[in-house]
């Protein structure tokens, strides 16, 4: 079950401010890479210190492909590659390397893990008395972004 909540942010449109209103998750902890190691462990037949090892060094090796420029094909876990954001420029004579403003992971999940999301249950936390979602408004130190949170701008929704 996915629990969500509504949020209510104020955004400016061709028409004027508009309030608009988004589902946002609402997390039910975090597993760490040491509880996955001892999941992993205690269902197959390797100990904890070797998925512990395998799963360093795939992370490093995702590091070094990434890096490299290549796609990463995971199978059923799903597929990463390199994305880009930059400065949009009137030709590309004038395009600078200085125009890129981030570097990021772009993650697709795979087969297994699309079908799993589109089976799951979705519930809202949170509701009116006519039952309804309630939908949270922004916080008052977060009007100059329009009730939207200020984000790091290394990091994106791949969780980078």
Request: one cysteine or more; hydrophobic letters at 35%; charged letters at 30%.
């Amino acid at each position: 079950m996915i629990n969500f909540k509504v949020t209510q942010h104020q955004l400016t449109t061709a028409k004027g401010k508009q309030t608009f209103h988004f589902a946002r998750a609402v997390y039910n902890g975090q597993t760490t890479m040491d509880m996955l190691q001892k999941q992993i462990a205690r269902i197959s037949a390797i100990s904890e210190g070797d998925v512990r090892s395998v799963l360093l060094t795939l992370s490093q090796l995702v590091a070094d492909e990434l890096s490299a420029g290549r796609i990463i094909e995971l199978g059923d876990l799903g597929r990463m590659k390199v994305g880009l954001k930059s400065k949009a420029n009137e030709s590309k004579d004038k395009f600078r390397t200085q125009d890129i403003k981030r570097v990021r992971v772009i993650f697709t999940p795979g087969k297994l893990i699309k079908e799993e999301l589109l089976s799951v249950g979705l519930q809202c936390v949170g509701k009116n008395e006519d039952g309804t979602c309630l939908a949270k408004k922004p916080k008052e130190s977060d009007e100059s972004t329009g009730g939207a949170k200020k984000e790091d701008p290394d990091k994106d929704w791949t969780g980078l």
